[in-house]
């Protein structure tokens, strides 16, 4: 069990990235007092809670509603991380982890910016709704560890709140570099995870025999 939630807690740990969404938050957040940002901060973890929750438990229905086998899922999903990975690690952006440059000049304008950009797609951005899937459907009919997921979901959504709390001080501590090197070290990490799901895919579809992926 203690696998299935290190291999949960360091997937979504590295698509959610909570050094690089402490990082932007600081910086969108500069003006604001020690209050709001916290106000901001917990009206952020609780949406993306709910978004990462919703599919978490009904993503799998909505795939399934078009036709998209665990097979196909476990595929494409491996390969959408790996995408990822390869950009945490040469560390350019898609959006698909953080905002892009017009996002953050949007969000600069607004008063309120839990919802956008904090919560989606800072915190449940398509990598993290991905993944989460992902993992869920990798433990089909296994209520436990499905459970040890959620668990693991909740642990970084805490991390990310304390590092969001924290997020000047976090980011004057580690710093830019500090930050960029802790997300190419997850990037490897999640680079072999992904590869995984490929293999797990591919051989569970039976296009080619398991001996060959494994």
Request: include cysteine; aromatic fraction near 10%.
């Amino acid at each position: 069990m203690s696998e299935v939630f290190i291999v949960a807690f360091t997937t979504l740990f590295a698509t959610i990235g909570p050094f690089d969404v402490a990082a932007v938050f600081s910086g969108l957040s500069a003006n604001f007092s020690n209050k709001k940002k916290t106000q901001i901060a917990l009206k952020a973890i609780f949406i993306a809670a709910c978004i990462l929750l919703t599919f978490a438990f009904f993503g799998q229905t909505l795939l399934k509603s078009f036709g998209i086998s665990m097979s196909a899922l476990r595929t494409s999903g491996g390969i959408l991380l790996l995408l990822m990975a390869i950009e945490m690690v040469f560390g350019f952006d898609s959006g698909a982890t953080t905002t892009l440059e017009n996002e953050n000049e949007e969000a600069s304008t607004r008063a309120d910016i839990s919802v956008f950009p904090v919560a989606t797609p800072l915190i449940a951005g398509p990598g993290a709704m991905g993944a989460v899937v992902l993992l869920m459907t990798q433990f089909q009919g296994d209520s436990l560890k499905q459970a040890v997921v959620i668990g693991a979901l909740f642990l970084n959504l805490v991390i990310v709140f304390i590092l969001l709390i924290l997020a000047s001080k976090v980011q004057k501590i580690f710093g830019i570099t500090g930050v960029q090197v802790i997300s190419r070290v997850m990037g490897v990490i999640l680079a072999a995870l992904a590869v995984q799901f490929i293999f797990d895919g591919i051989s569970s579809s039976g296009l080619i025999p398991a001996t060959i992926v494994k």
